[in-house]
């Protein structure tokens, strides 16, 4: 059974959202290098074999461009952040025109290029 859960519907609602908008050109994060092998095929028929993973491969057909990568956790500070607070709002999609001041303090480190400590 794959192990990447919940975050490959993340996934899969942001490339819906992405295709909505218009986006041709998209580069999709996570911290889960399970859900990135099995994005870029690269994973076992077992952990692959996921109807959601399909799904995100048929909506990611239609990008002209479009890479997944794994990033550490550290290095997603913001989606952390905005994970976090949507859990404040009540259930239900909500768009986000710019980024709220707390985030846009963390795009500012990665622009940056700030390091954060990684505890083990």
């Not at 048929?58 to 994970?83: C, P, T, W, Y």
């Not at 709220?100 to 990665?110: F, K, M, N, S, T």
Request: proline share 2%.
């Amino acid at each position: 059974m794959p192990s990447h859960g919940g975050r490959s519907l993340g996934v899969l609602y942001g490339l819906r959202i992405a295709r909505e908008c218009g986006v041709t050109k998209l580069l999709v994060e996570s911290d889960s290098k399970t859900l990135i092998d099995a994005l870029r095929g690269e994973a076992s028929e077992q952990e692959s074999g996921c109807n959601i993973i399909w799904r995100c491969l048929r909506e990611a057909e239609i990008m002209q461009e479009l890479s997944f990568v794994h990033v550490l956790r550290e290095g997603n500070k913001v989606v952390d952040f905005l994970a976090r607070e949507a859990f404040t709002h009540q259930v239900g999609f909500r768009a986000l025109t710019e980024a709220p001041d707390e985030a846009q303090e963390l795009i500012r480190h990665d622009q940056m290029g700030a390091a954060f400590v990684r505890y083990m």
